[in-house]
């Protein structure tokens, strides 16, 4: 009976201990694990690699040259910029042109001008968002008029007596090339243009012609008597 009364005591007691031990881990067991399965989440977290954003914007378009001066209404521009970014092309301060730049980082298209002076210039946009500055600005002057030229002397079939050397005078645009027989006049800064000029005896045949800086050109043909 003495034994049977310690295996019970024993067993009692062990009950009593796995209920404590329960207790005990419920209260303070199952926080120290979520504590310590946090820590190793955030620990993780923390020696992963962080990502920065990219906030570097991409360099300015390249434009390649222009002429500054033309008489065709519609040229090709072509230039450079960073590869999968979307463009912006400006003409006079508005978007004519929105493309998105190849693998080859080169583009190319038509494009058609106003008559006169044409401001151009271009940005371009990162996948990212990030927005590049303007491009330098090229300026392109559009123009397919013919060339003012005007003869105030000699008027065409005058006869001309006494000496033969005079002095051709007219009139045309500033910056325009004006020439008499292949040789070329003298253009001041206000478009006046002279030449002297020796005739021979007899009829003389003056040929006039006017080129702009644009290529557009005109030409005129006069005969004088001496």
């Given at each position: ?32 694990f979520?504590?310590v399965?946090?820590f ?33 209404q ?12 979307s ?36 940005t ?23 060339p ?13 007596e006494?000496?033969?050397?005079i ?60």
């Open positions: 009976r003495l034994q049977d009364k310690r295996a019970t005591r024993g067993g009692l007691f062990f009950i009593i201990g796995a209920i404590l031990l329960f207790i005990f881990f419920i209260f303070f067991g199952l926080p120290f979520a504590r399965a946090i190793l989440s955030d620990f993780k977290k923390s020696s992963a690699p962080v990502q920065q954003e990219d906030k570097v914007p991409p360099g300015p378009p390249r434009i390649d040259p222009l002429p500054s001066y033309t008489k065709e519609v040229i090709t521009v072509k230039g450079a910029a960073e590869a999968g970014s463009m912006k092309y400006y003409k006079n301060d508005e978007v004519v042109k929105e493309i998105v730049i190849d693998d080859t980082s080169t583009y190319s298209f038509e494009l058609e001008l106003d008559k006169g002076e044409n401001v151009l210039t271009a371009t946009k990162d996948q990212a968002g990030n927005e590049s500055e303007r491009a330098p600005v090229v300026r392109v002057i559009y123009n397919d008029e013919e003012k030229l005007e003869v105030t002397y000699p008027i065409d079939g005058t006869i001309i006494g000496k033969k050397a002095v051709i005078t007219g009139a045309t645009s500033p910056g325009n090339k004006v020439t008499v027989n292949d040789r070329v006049a003298i253009v001041e800064d206000d478009g006046g243009f002279s030449m002297n000029f020796n005739l021979d005896e007899g009829e003389n045949r003056l040929v006039f012609t006017a080129e702009d800086p644009a290529g557009n050109f005109v030409k005129r043909e006069f005969r004088v008597t001496f």
